[in-house]
């Protein structure tokens, strides 16, 4: 069975940091590329930033950059997300993503919610 769980969500103040895990299982998580998303209330779902496979290149919304880092440990079968800096803008429910390359096949995790308030 294939499974996403995210965690590390919560609420934080502005200027604050959180780190989300992602711990992925039932499929080979080296082989995947990685990403986390984000979903605002009335808003659509948006990467937020990306890991690929093979090379490990990382990309991210301008919106996040220089704020915010993906990494990825294959041991440990989790991609991190680590925010910095945080803003209220940023509260959403995050979304962990693995995608098979050169194919559709992809996986979600439930989410977790992230809120950025003082």
């Known amino acids: 069975e294939v499974r996403l769980v995210e965690s590390g969500g919560g609420l934080v103040q502005p200027g604050g940091s959180l780190r989300l895990s992602c711990a992925a299982s039932g499929f080979t998580f080296s082989d995947y590329h990685m990403s986390w998303y984000r979903q605002a209330p009335g808003k659509e779902r948006e990467i937020v930033a990306f890991?690929?496979?093979?090379?490990?290149?990382?990309n991210y919304a301008d919106s996040v950059k220089g704020r915010f880092t993906i990494s990825r440990d294959d041991a440990k079968n989790t991609v991190y997300l680590q925010m910095n800096s945080l803003e209220s803008e940023d509260t959403a429910v995050y979304y962990c993503?693995?995608?098979?390359?050169?194919?559709?096949?992809?996986?979600w995790g439930q989410g977790t919610q992230v809120t950025v308030s003082s």
């Open positions: 993503n693995a995608r098979r390359p050169f194919t559709n096949v992809d996986y």
């Open positions: 890991i690929n496979r093979p090379y490990d290149t990382t």
